[in-house]
């Protein structure tokens, strides 16, 4: 979604940036600062990478705040107990025992394919990115087939909302969990992408950022394979390089 603005006497556009609200059978559950659209993908795909849905759900925008409340059936899995989230469009997961955590929702990453060094680095190039091009403003995600065909792509001015909007439909479509596919995305590699990338998955997560140490750590710990600074026909492999050809 793009906005209209007036800059130095000119239009321009940006990307648009909104709260949503998730609640589930009525129950508030996370606040996220989001661009609209494909929200009932983002709730879900949070929801997965949770650990609190292992299956789609019904969901849906309700009349409240403009469209920015998204109602989703539940149960949920397990009760999430006094915890709540709040979400801004860069912030992620923090504090001791995180792999410790995820590991309770992620088995370690099955063998899955192998891919060429030069493929992985050509996939930012294959990521859909239209409204990037237009406002400078979001980050994506791609869900690739092993051999490059690009399966699904999202933007959002969230890098964690992107992914989960991928995984989302992801379990919408029945992909997951995404054993044979590999993760793009347009920016630094943090912990919290590497943690949705385990739980949905995904044996392969490549991007055009830098990882951070504890990205790497936790790609270690599950077994996957992650590579960063995919750009110009090069890219560094840091954890699972068994998986890479040439």
């Known amino acids: 979604m793009i906005a209209a603005v007036e800059r130095d006497g000119h239009r321009d556009e940006v990307a648009v940036e909104e709260p949503l609200e ?58 999430p107990g006094a915890r709540r989230f709040y979400a801004t469009s860069s912030c992620g997961v923090c504090g001791k025992g995180a792999v410790e955590e995820v590991a309770v929702h992620a088995a370690p990453a099955r063998p899955g394919p192998r891919v060429g060094r030069s493929l992985l680095a050509a996939l930012p190039d294959r990521l859909r990115q239209p409204t990037f091009a237009r406002t400078g403003g979001l980050h994506a995600t791609g869900l690739f087939a092993s051999d490059g065909e690009l399966l699904i792509a999202r933007e959002d001015v969230g890098r964690h909302n992107a992914m989960d909007k991928v995984v989302g439909r992801a379990l919408l479509d029945g992909l997951l969990p995404l054993t044979m596919n590999v993760l793009c995305v347009s920016g630094r590699l943090s912990f919290e992408l590497v943690q949705k990338a385990a739980v949905a998955g995904a044996p392969i997560l490549v991007g055009v950022g830098a990882p951070s140490s504890l990205a790497i750590e936790l790609a270690a710990d599950r077994g996957m394979t992650l590579a960063g600074f995919a750009r110009h026909g090069r890219v560094n492999v840091y954890t699972g390089a068994d998986r890479v050809l040439g």
């Open 22 to 79: 998730v609640r589930v059978d009525g129950s508030p559950l996370v606040v996220t600062m989001r661009t609209p659209g494909h929200d009932e993908e983002l709730a879900l795909g949070f929801l997965y990478g949770e650990g609190l849905i292992d299956q789609p759900r019904g969901a849906g925008l309700t009349d409240d705040l403009a469209a920015n409340i998204i109602e989703v059936e539940g149960p949920l899995t397990h009760d």
